[in-house]
């Protein structure tokens, strides 16, 4: 059973810039699919950015393109998810997903596609 726990959230002023963590227990991340997924109050899941198994290939919203950015380090089991230039419309609650079963990189923007998820870490960008 994985179990992933993310932090690094936490209040910033636009323009500023965040990293989160997404750590796993009770498996090597190395060779799974990880994606970081955001939630806003009122509003539906939306895909942020997705690391494919192996770490090869990642895909981005188009939201977050050139601003974000989406890594692995294996030897900490953690996925990190560096986010610059953020702006107020960042502002969500933050999920990372990983899926350990191999399948088709295109689906690795649908939430439904992740077996495990962990807590979620709040992220604020004042204006």
């Known amino acids: 059973q994985v179990q992933l726990v993310e932090s690094g959230g936490g209040l910033v002023q636009a323009g500023g810039s965040l990293r989160l963590s997404c750590t796993a227990s009770?498996?090597?991340?190395?060779?799974?699919?990880v994606g970081w997924f955001r939630q806003a109050p009122g509003k539906e899941s939306e895909f942020v950015a997705a690391?494919?198994?192996?770490?090869?290939?990642?895909y981005y919203a188009d939201s977050v393109k050139g601003r974000f950015t989406i890594s692995r380090d294996n030897a900490k089991n953690t996925v990190y998810l560096q986010m610059n230039s953020l702006i107020p419309e960042d502002t969500a609650n933050y999920y990372c997903?990983?899926?350990?079963?191999?399948?088709?990189?295109?689906?690795?923007?649908?939430?439904?596609?992740?077996?495990?998820w962990g807590q979620g870490t709040q992220v604020t960008v004042s204006s």
């Open positions: 997903a990983s899926r350990v079963r191999g399948g088709m990189a295109a689906l690795l923007k649908a939430p439904d596609y992740y077996e495990h």
């Open positions: 009770g498996r090597t991340f190395s060779s799974v699919a």
């Open positions: 690391l494919t198994w192996g770490g090869s290939t990642t």
